[in-house]
């Protein structure tokens, strides 16, 4: 029974994954200028982004280099970072194929880092936020980027659908574990969002896939950094961030926790006309595959 909350940033240590680029780079941005203290993980360029920031606000972030997949190299970087009170797990790669022509080694890497990776950050990370420090205060946060998605599968995204369903089954069961710890989950809805990892994606997605992801309206990376940040500090579960997405988690609350009394009522209320939605645009989406296919034919 999660209540609603509030989860400052200012002050606090927020790590970021995925620090370096696109959205994670946007909230490191943003977090920093709100009086947090930043740190950010990644592979590579986690220089330049640390000299970005502190171009761009005068701030120094930490950086800890390492790949997600690799626990050891996780942990070494949280233990570096030291107690961490808002944690984002935002790192995820994409590559748009259909599944039969799709690598296994794109299939893994997908699964690998998006999902295993984030257990890996929870794992490495949850024994030091629930310590209760003195002079450090609760609540905390854990967030999850997932993607819209997250809450329908897409055609072409078939192993990026499966990693990032897979963090809301994770979010929903871990929220129930740590909710005594007064720790907060949180999962991140973003659209298309215009990024380098999107640049790259769109470069080889098939056109079916961006013609469905065209259905809800693409946005820049400050744009979902700002309600991804907002969505935390609020302590918002399901955290949509444009209107399509207001409505698919509406239509996709399913058993998610929801901590405000006015959003489970809406979430009641538009549940029937929300799967009437739902179906329709499933009916578009069936319709304009049989027509591209029929056009190749
Ligand atoms: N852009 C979009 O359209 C959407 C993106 N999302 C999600 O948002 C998140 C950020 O995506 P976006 O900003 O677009 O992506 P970018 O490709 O711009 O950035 C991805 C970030 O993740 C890091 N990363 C990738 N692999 C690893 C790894 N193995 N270990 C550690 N860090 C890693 C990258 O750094 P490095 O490579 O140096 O390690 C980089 O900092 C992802 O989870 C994505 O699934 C959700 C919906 C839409
Ligand atoms: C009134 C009801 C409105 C419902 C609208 C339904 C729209 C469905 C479109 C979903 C688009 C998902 C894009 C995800 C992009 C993505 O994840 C990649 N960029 C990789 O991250």
Redesign the pocket.
């Known amino acids: 029974k999660p209540s609603t909350t509030t989860i400052p940033i200012k002050n606090r240590h927020v790590f970021i ?10 909230m490191a941005h943003q977090a920093a200028l709100a009086g947090a203290q930043v740190s ?7 220089q330049e ?1 640390k000299d970005w920031i502190k171009l761009a606000t005068g701030c120094d972030v930490a950086v800890y280099e ?4 690799d626990y050891d190299a996780v942990s070494r970087a949280v233990n570096d970072a030291g107690p961490i009170d808002v944690l984002i797990c ?5 590559f748009a194929r259909e599944l039969e022509r799709q690598s296994l080694e794109e299939i893994k ?1 997908m699964i ?3 999902l295993l ?1 984030t257990f890996h950050l929870i794992k490495a990370a949850l024994p030091g936020m629930k310590e209760k420090r003195a002079g450090r205060s609760t609540p905390r946060c854990i967030a999850l ?6 809450q329908m599968g897409i055609y072409g995204y078939a192993a ?1 659908c499966a ?2 369903f897979g963090l809301r089954g994770m979010a929903e069961a871990l929220q129930q574990e740590i909710i005594q710890d007064d720790i907060h989950v949180s999962l ?11 640049v ?2 769109k470069k080889r997605r098939p056109p079916i896939t961006g013609a469905i ?1 065209a259905f809800s309206t ?1 946005m820049k ?1 400050e744009e ?1 950094a700002k309600k991804a940040l907002n969505g935390i500090q609020c302590g918002v579960f399901n955290v949509h961030c444009n209107l399509e997405g207001f409505f698919m988690s509406i239509i996709a609350a399913g058993f998610s926790p929801q901590r405000s009394v006015l959003m489970a009522f809406i979430e009641v209320i538009g549940a029937s006309m929300g799967r009437i939605i739902a179906l329709g645009f499933q009916f578009i989406f069936y319709q304009s595959i049989t027509k591209l296919h029929a056009r190749k034919k």
């Open positions: 994954t995925g620090g370096s680029s696109g959205i994670g780079l946007a950010i993980l990644a592979r590579d360029k986690i982004a390492a790949d997600v997949r935002n790192q995820g790669l994409f890497s690998d880092v998006n990776g980027t997932s993607s819209q998605a997250g990026y990693s990032k991140i809805f973003p659209p298309d969002t215009e990024t380098p990892g999107l790259e994606d992801a693409p990376a979902v």
